[in-house]
């Protein structure tokens, strides 16, 4: 029997996400609606029900629950992964058709973390848990990206380059090749060293 899946968060990252659930269902999983403090229960989106709140997940915990964090906020990522963690529930990870690894033997994806369409994900590369990684993104060699980091569309980081955590890389930067970003970061121009 399949685990019941929702999704935190009902805005535009939540529905596109929803959309690529809908049309390559998650192995195992069955989508069951959404999760957003900010949306009344029982709201329609995009055919999907808001379930409730964060508190719903709290509830219905015991049912064998698979959470996809859907937030372009690494912040806010961040604070409902660790809010989250406390209790028994699984975060698969999503990776979208479309994208594409060159080396699964070496390729570490984390729990929890969305690749999204068209993405080119070489080789020795790492991405730990929680991350979002948005559409065309392109990952070169010994890259590393730490948990609750999120790039957006376009973003390329060139070989080695090292991504602190819940750092946010603007859509079509380009981080050159060996650079350090500390944590907490906010990239909103290319890196180019």
């Given at each position: 029997?399949?685990?019941?899946?929702?999704?935190?968060?009902?805005?535009?990252?939540?529905?596109?996400?929803?959309?690529?659930?809908?049309?390559?269902?998650l192995t195992?999983?069955?989508?069951?609606?959404?999760?957003?403090?900010?949306?009344?229960?029982?709201?329609?989106?995009?055919?999907?029900?808001?379930?409730?709140?964060?508190?719903?997940?709290?509830?219905?915990?015991?049912?064998?629950?698979?959470?996809?964090?859907?937030?372009?906020?690494?912040?806010?990522?961040?604070?409902?992964?660790?809010?989250?963690?406390?209790?028994?529930?699984?975060?698969?990870?999503?990776?979208?058709?479309?994208?594409?690894?060159?080396d699964e033997?070496?390729?570490?994806?984390?729990?929890?973390?969305?690749?999204?369409?068209?993405?080119?994900?070489?080789?020795?590369?790492?991405?730990?848990?929680?991350?979002?990684?948005?559409?065309?993104?392109?990952?070169?060699?010994?890259?590393?990206?730490?948990?609750?980091?999120?790039?957006?569309?376009?973003?390329?980081?060139?070989?080695?380059?090292?991504?602190?955590?819940?750092?946010?890389?603007?859509?079509?930067?380009?981080?050159a090749i060996?650079?350090?970003?500390?944590?907490?970061?906010?990239?909103?121009?290319?890196?180019?060293?």
């Amino acid at each position: 029997m399949p685990k019941q899946l929702v999704i935190v968060g009902a805005g535009g990252v939540g529905r596109e996400i929803a959309a690529v659930i809908k049309k390559h269902p998650l192995t195992g999983y069955e989508f069951v609606g959404f999760i957003d403090d900010g949306v009344p229960a029982g709201t329609l989106i995009n055919g999907y029900k808001v379930l409730g709140g964060t508190q719903w997940i709290f509830d219905n915990a015991h049912n064998a629950l698979g959470v996809i964090l859907a937030f372009g906020n690494p912040q806010v990522r961040k604070k409902v992964a660790e809010k989250l963690s406390a209790i028994a529930v699984d975060f698969p990870s999503i990776i979208h058709p479309g994208a594409s690894i060159h080396d699964e033997d070496t390729v570490v994806i984390g729990k929890g973390c969305y690749i999204a369409d068209a993405c080119v994900l070489t080789t020795d590369i790492t991405i730990a848990d929680f991350c979002f990684i948005n559409t065309a993104c392109t990952l070169q060699h010994d890259t590393t990206i730490e948990n609750y980091s999120v790039l957006m569309p376009g973003v390329r980081i060139t070989g080695g380059a090292a991504i602190g955590e819940a750092t946010y890389i603007a859509p079509n930067c380009v981080i050159a090749i060996t650079t350090v970003i500390d944590k907490n970061s906010v990239i909103r121009e290319s890196v180019i060293i």
